[in-house]
């Protein structure tokens, strides 16, 4: 279980090291500077997604699940990469985009274009969609109206938690299932140590079923557990999973995941650095549900979920005059109070993945990038700390924090 003890450095290959000049980071840049990794202490990688995309939401909209997009280099760049980490101590993990695929994906091409092709329920198709689930709608209230979109060629509706151009994949399918373990198969076989799950609480939702558990919904997450036990004992699957507490438990139980980002955590440290205060970050622990002896949290300041807030309720208790002055001094403050910011619409909403972006001058924005600039100090004992970094030099706190899904129009860098 070496993840217990795991210090894992995010990577964007896209923006870490160009070695060309073309002025796109790739994997010959990467593998130049794993010296440099390794001195700052990581003991894994974690790579956010380099396969083929349209580049709309941050390679995250994948249209190739088993190739290296051509921008980062050919595929031997990448196994050479892996070998070298492998010679500085430093194992690989690969982000698993298999929640949805891009729209502009082959499988959703053929679902869209014949009805009767066997791809046309890789997704989740309606001619009259239902009201949608408490809690289940889109993740970009404002940026997205619906989790259905009306697709023309196809004359029918397709699911979507995220942007529409990402249609969801269809977990109840057992071929999607199939495609989910030769893409699981495919990179274990290049000797990576595991997978940042992306979405991973979504993979288990159904939205054309009321009652999943008695439909007897597969559980996709318990079936990868299972395969990558049997490849791999070692194998990490680390799940993004940014739910209640009172959710977490049932993706922490031992059978589907053995390492969870800890959300809630990041939520109340942030809010400790605002209010300047330990008790939020006390108050954040206790919530936790208690890790499964094969299970482990992933505890962060800042990555590719930022300065998430959402987390974090109204306080019932009036402010100190010291902490009144703080909240007036920045509006978008109000995110650490649970308010709704006058500044920026986005701190409080539902499921938001950008509450602070436009908020340049926030204090919360600045105090962020403090505890950045700490984090290669920080120890906790069997703790895993994940740092984040987006080019090969200097600290990554020094670098504008790119992330997945920030919507385009409010692009602050």
């Known amino acids: 279980m070496w993840w217990k003890n795991a210090v894992i450095y995010t990577v964007d290959v896209e923006r870490f090291c160009d070695s060309n000049g073309d002025g796109i980071g790739d994997f010959k840049g990467l593998t130049s500077k794993l010296s440099h990794v390794a001195e700052l202490g990581a003991t894994c990688i974690w790579l956010l997604p380099f396969f083929p995309s349209l580049g709309r939401d941050n ?4 249209t190739d699940y088993l190739r290296v997009d051509s921008r980062y280099g050919v595929f031997s760049d990448f196994l050479e990469f892996v070998h070298r980490a492998g010679e500085h101590g430093i194992r690989i993990i ?6 949805h695929t891009s729209d502009q994906h082959p499988w959703f091409q053929a679902a869209r274009n014949n009805e009767e092709s066997r791809y046309r329920d890789y997704y989740v198709w309606t001619h009259n969609p239902p009201p949608i689930k408490p809690g289940q709608g889109t993740m970009f209230p404002g940026e997205e109206k619906s989790v259905w979109t009306y697709d ?3 004359r029918a509706y397709y699911h979507h938690r995220f942007y529409h151009f990402e249609p969801g994949l269809n977990h109840a399918n057992p071929q999607v299932r199939d495609e989910i373990e030769r893409i699981f198969d495919y990179w274990i076989s290049f000797g990576i140590s595991g997978f940042r799950i992306d979405a991973a609480s979504h993979i288990l939702e159904d939205p054309l079923v009321e009652d999943q558990a008695a439909a007897g919904e597969p559980d996709v997450l318990r079936e990868l557990y299972r395969r ?13 999973v940014d739910e209640a507490p009172e959710e977490l438990e049932k993706f922490f139980d031992g059978t589907r995941l053995n390492m969870m980002f800890n959300f809630m955590l990041d939520n109340y440290l942030i809010l400790a650095l605002a209010q300047q205060r330990s008790e ?3 108050r954040g622990l ?6 499964p002896e094969n299970g482990q949290w992933a505890n962060f300041l800042r990555n590719l979920d930022e300065a998430d807030l959402e987390r974090l309720t109204p306080m019932k ?3 100190s005059s010291r902490s009144s002055r703080r909240k007036s001094a920045c509006a978008s403050m109000g995110a650490v109070y649970g308010a709704e910011s006058p500044r920026c619409s986005r701190v409080t909403h539902a499921g938001s993945r950008w509450p602070t972006a436009c908020c340049s001058p926030c204090r919360v924005r600045r105090w962020s990038s403090m505890a950045t600039r700490s984090a290669w100090a920080m120890t906790w004992r069997n703790r895993a700390v994940v740092p984040s970094a987006r080019r090969c030099s200097g600290p990554p706190a020094a670098m504008p924090a790119f992330r997945k899904r920030r919507p385009a129009s409010s692009c602050s860098r």
């Open 280 to 282: 939020p970050v006390e």
């Open 317 to 319: 208790s009036k402010p």
């Open 152 to 154: 023309e060629v196809a």
């Open 286 to 291: 206790t919530l936790l549900p208690i890790p």
């Open 59 to 62: 390679g995250y909209d994948v």
């Open 94 to 99: 690969v982000d698993l985009v298999v929640h």
């Open 228 to 240: 990558a036990k049997s490849i791999r004992p070692d194998l990490v699957l680390l799940g993004e």
